[in-house]
């Protein structure tokens, strides 16, 4: 094995991008690896974690000042606001705390590497031009995710390092407690629908059923995040990333419920945050009744981000051709991610 | 022992063909013979051979030229008035080449047989996209069930084996082919600019808005080869397109930009009725810009241009199978489109 020359900063390590790409990068063998979060966590194999609020100027200086080893910021932090204008002041308070803090003190600094996604394209907004493009206009602001990248853009000339921006789609992996974690939306619905005994039904918009979409596996956002964070071609350069394929929920619907053993309905518009609030003490009771890992109601609920998936009735997918010619080649097959992910919730206990 | 594999291009005078045949000519671990009923002009020296598969006793004569043969390369197809007519001379064409080249050629390994998107009723209306090949078939007639159910009947016991490509939409630089899109676009540019009318979408309004797909004649050329010598194609079926989509609203300006011509909005005309009485307008543009002189019916096959422009539905396949077994080229559709409109231009096709 080699001799670890690159320090890695992961920034947001407890988020499903986080985790998975701590977990990529403990692989690899020739990276050690720094975690940042709030909530801190334990270390494992060139893995040590920091708990620090990147909100705090003060708290990022103290606790980050001995990190001068840094050569790599992987940066998949996220703070979440109730507007889309909120959340610009506290997303780009969090990054250039991190990155002046860093480059005060890392002077081998070599890359910052910017998680973005598909709000660059205004996606959130509603039906925008598709497939997507890196070099398609920016919407009206506000967008975070621009204000972020022109940051770094401004601030890189003569710097040691380069950027890059990684735009995923909706990143499907493992984690707890993440406010955006479609897989567990989808896993925890199905138990509950079969506890109640109801047939599987797409709780979206009508108009969101037959629409394309893609999705972007956990594993395959590491990889081409390191692919693109160490690739010199890639400098200062944003990359779309997705798994390769495009689907219809219609398709992709009756798939999951023959996973779970469920029968399909045709699909009924609801919200998930309304009919999943009151469902607390059942998941309690299937904790008990299955042997399940106690994770709290609220760590495997992001229903209000399960909604908004839901209701995009409109084509939502980008095109991610550009990394392909830059030469990251992984492709995954959605419908073998999804029922790969939700064979490891079971393998875990989280699930049924 | 050589290394040296013998490539047949059946259909090789078609935009698949003739790509695959110049492709095939600068890799040094090739021969390349050509097949067809005539012989094609091509830039450079190919060895030909010049069979109507239709005919056996043609066939028959002239089947000890293709004993080296190892690979071959299956890009034939025999237009008919109907879907029904098309399955026997298509066929026919197959098996006709087949039977009697298994005794002739000992060293043949795999048999690369091209599909198109209509295996899954591209042809037909809406159908389930992104198409995958495992989708399962429509009601028939298509030639292509026919074809594919004789070639795995005929493999079982062999020594050779068999891969499937499906592209869609092939463009390339060849002219003489009647499915080429690039020169159909060209050639109705060019006439629209001589009469004085802006450039519209000429298919239907929901066209202009859908999803298309396109395949580059050389990445499928490359597919080709790659489906040739990998060992996990074997007997497999493979989508083969750019990698990425598009919609012709998004296409259309950048074509007209080339052209330096105005846009309109989309006109729904039918090309064959429409460009039917086009051939003197032709020849006049030929005459004016010195082109290459050839006439309009050798150039653009309008009923190809009117199914292409005529599709308002998605038109998509899934092509992660071949991306995950290791062919990994990609194109930018537009960025070709454009490639190849100059190319044409720079060889005094079109104006």
């Known amino acids: 094995m080699s001799t670890p020359n690159k320090v890695a900063l992961v920034v947001g390590a407890q988020g499903v991008i986080g985790?998975?790409?701590?977990?990529?990068?403990?692989?690899?063998?020739?990276?050690?690896?720094?975690?940042?979060?709030?909530?801190?966590?334990?270390?494992?194999?060139?893995?040590?974690?920091?708990?620090?609020?990147?909100?705090?100027?003060?708290?990022?200086?103290?606790?980050?000042?001995?990190?001068?080893?840094?050569?790599?910021?992987?940066?998949?932090a996220y703070q979440d606001r109730p507007t889309w204008a909120e959340l610009v002041a506290p997303n780009l308070a969090m990054l250039t705390n991190v990155v002046e803090a860093i480059e005060a003190v890392a002077h081998r600094l070599q890359h910052i590497s910017l998680m973005q996604g598909y709000k660059v394209y205004g996606a959130h907004l509603?039906?925008?031009?598709?497939?997507?493009?890196?070099?398609?206009?920016?919407?009206?602001?506000?967008?975070?995710?621009?204000?972020?990248?022109?940051?770094?853009?401004?601030?890189?000339p003569g710097k040691t390092w380069t950027w890059s921006a990684i735009r995923p789609s909706v990143v499907c992996g493992f984690a707890l407690g993440n406010p955006m974690n479609l897989a567990m939306v989808i896993a925890v619905y199905a138990a509950v629908s079969k506890q109640l005994g109801l047939p599987l039904r797409f709780p979206g918009k009508p108009g969101a059923y037959d629409k394309l979409l893609e999705m972007t596996d956990a594993g395959l956002l590491a990889r081409a995040t390191v692919w693109a964070a160490t690739e010199q071609r890639c400098a200062n350069q944003a990359f779309n990333i997705n798994n390769g394929d495009l689907f219809r929920w219609s398709e992709m619907w009756p798939?999951?419920?023959?996973?779970?053993?469920?029968?399909?309905?045709?699909?009924?518009?609801?919200?998930?945050?309304?009919?999943?609030?009151?469902?607390?003490?059942?998941?309690?009771?299937?904790i008990a009744k299955y042997g399940l890992e106690p994770n709290p109601y609220r760590d495997v609920s992001s229903w209000r981000f399960g909604d908004f998936v839901f209701s995009w009735d409109y084509d939502m997918f980008a095109d991610g051709s550009k990394a392909r010619r830059f030469g990251f080649h992984d492709h995954v097959e959605t419908e073998a991610m999804f029922s790969n992910i939700f064979s490891d919730f079971r393998r875990r206990r989280i699930i049924p | 022992m050589s290394n040296k594999k013998t490539a047949l291009v059946v259909g090789g005078a078609g935009v698949i063909g003739r790509?695959?045949?110049?492709?095939?000519?600068?890799?040094?671990?090739w021969e390349v013979i050509g097949l067809s009923r005539n012989k094609p002009e091509l830039g450079k020296k190919v060895r030909w051979s010049q069979i109507d598969l239709l005919d056996q006793s043609d066939v028959a004569a002239k089947i000890g030229d293709l004993s080296e043969v190892s690979h071959v390369f299956f890009a034939a197809y025999q237009p008919r008035p109907t879907y029904a007519e098309e399955v026997k001379p298509n066929l026919e064409m197959l098996r006709n080449l087949l039977a009697p080249l298994q005794p002739a050629a000992p060293n043949l390994k795999r048999i690369i047989l091209n599909e198109g998107v209509k295996a899954y009723g591209v042809h037909l209306?809406?159908?389930?996209?992104?198409?995958k090949e495992t989708d399962p078939r429509h009601l028939p007639p298509n030639f292509y069930y026919a074809q594919e159910d004789h070639l795995k009947q005929e493999q079982i016991g062999k020594?050779?084996?068999?891969?499937?490509?499906?592209?869609?939409?092939?463009?390339?630089?060849?002219?003489?082919?009647?499915?080429?899109?690039?020169?159909?676009?060209?050639t109705y540019a060019a006439i629209s600019r001589e009469l004085g009318v802006p450039l519209r979408f000429p298919g239907k309004v929901g066209a202009y808005q859908a999803l298309a797909q396109v395949t580059d004649a050389t990445l499928h050329a490359e597919a080709s080869v790659w489906a040739a010598v990998t060992p996990s194609a074997k007997n497999e079926i493979f989508n083969v397109t750019n990698g990425d989509f598009f919609r012709w609203k998004q296409l259309w300006p950048k074509i007209a930009e080339l052209f330096d011509m105005p846009i309109a909005e989309p006109q729904t005309i039918s090309l064959v009725n429409w460009m039917a009485d086009k051939g003197p307008v032709w020849d006049a543009i030929v005459a004016k810009h010195r082109l290459q002189p050839h006439k309009l019916e050798q150039l653009a096959g309008w009923k190809f241009g009117d199914l292409v422009f005529g599709s308002d539905y998605d038109v998509m396949s899934d092509t992660t199978k071949i991306r995950q077994h290791g062919f990994h080229r990609v194109e930018?559709?537009?960025?070709?489109?454009?490639?190849?409109?100059?190319?044409?231009?720079?060889?005094?096709?079109?104006?």
């Open chain 1, 19 to 76: 985790r998975n790409l701590l977990d990529h990068l403990a692989t690899l063998g020739d990276w050690n690896i720094v975690g940042l979060s709030r909530r801190g966590g334990k270390p494992a194999n060139r893995i040590r974690h920091i708990a620090v609020d990147l909100l705090d100027q003060d708290d990022c200086r103290e606790k980050l000042n001995h990190l001068a080893d840094v050569t790599h910021i992987f940066y998949a």
């Open chain 1, 126 to 156: 509603g039906p925008f031009k598709t497939p997507a493009r890196e070099t398609d206009a920016y919407h009206m602001p506000p967008e975070f995710n621009v204000d972020q990248q022109v940051f770094l853009e401004c601030r890189q």
């Open chain 1, 255 to 286: 798939k999951i419920a023959r996973f779970f053993e469920l029968e399909v309905a045709p699909p009924l518009p609801m919200s998930l945050a309304a009919v999943m609030a009151d469902k607390e003490p059942l998941w309690t009771a299937m």
């Open chain 2, 19 to 29: 790509n695959l045949v110049n492709f095939l000519a600068g890799q040094p671990e």
């Open chain 2, 125 to 131: 209306g809406p159908f389930k996209t992104p198409a």
């Open chain 2, 159 to 186: 020594n050779w084996d068999y891969t499937i490509l499906r592209p869609d939409v092939v463009c390339g630089f060849s002219v003489g082919s009647a499915m080429n899109l690039p020169l159909i676009i060209a």
């Open chain 2, 332 to 351: 930018a559709s537009d960025i070709m489109m454009i490639r190849l409109l100059k190319e044409f231009r720079e060889a005094a096709v079109i104006p």
